[in-house]
């Protein structure tokens, strides 16, 4: 996406929110948010000239959080052979992304509370406070309110994070976002992978828009990367996991049924929309019907075993049931 696509992204967001600042003029001020577009807002801030700075929080070991956001002098411990800058420092005049900042341990919350009220903080081992002009930016997937009522996230930490928070809605909820998602990570696998990618097939964007991403948009960016691993030529198709996910997807959305009949031709329904209406052939629905049976016969033995007889049987029935105009 270029930078008026991702500003459009954003105002679609802050109209969802019914914001009424412009958000432009919020993205050139000196705030913290909790967003998942921290590369988006970065890259259209007056700071995007230096590198935006990324730590999971989620993933530092607790004994070392303190060391990596805030650096240590040498000796300060140990295995402190030599002075380290933390992630703060680095990201001095510049923008630090802190993903998952709901899994941050209790120990080290007082520290970022701290940096965040006055610009400042020691590294470990250190006597002098370091001065640093950080914009923060976290993110997360829990309701940080609950766990401030259960004693694992700070109150206090929240209320300083939420200046001006943006719920990013999921990508189920904004599927016209998916095209232009698709047109940014196209452009770094391309890169990744040295290959002459040009696109995706229409069949394969329908099934993009059409399916619900449970895993949002690194969910997208598996299913990209794997056709493009296994690309033969510049168009991306769909491959064989991704419709065994769609329609794995399709049979878990509630449905109403009353018999056994009734739930195999829900089934053979959605496997039908998966398949654009497909029946025969190796990207039919009978096929995708066949590949998921067998999925099912090895991960649950006899259960699977009736199911796939179930599936078998409904396969030969496909015709009668008709398409929607």
Known sequence: MNAGEQLEVLRRIATQMTISRDVGEVLRTITNALVTTASAVH???????????RVNCGALPIDLVESELFGHERG????????????????????????EVGELPAEAQPALLRVLEAGEFERIGGAQ???????VIAATNRD???AGGRGSFREDLFYRLSVFPIRVPPLRERPEDIPHLVEHLLVRLKRKFNKPVSGISPSFMDRL???????????????????????????????RLFEQAQ?????????EVTTLEDAERQVIRRALQVTSWRI??????AALLASQSEHASLSHGAAGDSQAGAMSRGISRTREISRPP
Request: contains cysteine; aromatic residues 6%; proline residues 7%.
């Open 247 to 255: 329609l794995s997807d399709f049979a878990s959305a509630p449905c």
């Open 129 to 135: 406070p370091v001065r640093v002009d950080v914009r």
């Open 43 to 53: 890259s259209l801030s007056t700071r995007r000239a230096r590198p935006m700075i």
């Open 76 to 99: 300060a411990f140990t295995s402190a052979h030599a002075r380290r800058i933390g992630r703060f420092e680095l990201a001095d005049k510049s923008t630090l992304f802190l993903d």
């Open 280 to 285: 025969s052939g190796p990207k039919g629905a």
């Open 144 to 146: 940080l309110t609950t």
């Open 209 to 239: 828009l059409r399916y619900s991403w449970p895993g949002n948009i690194r969910e997208l960016r598996n299913v990209l990367e794997r056709a493009c691993v296994l690309a033969r030529g510049p168009v991306l198709e769909v491959d």
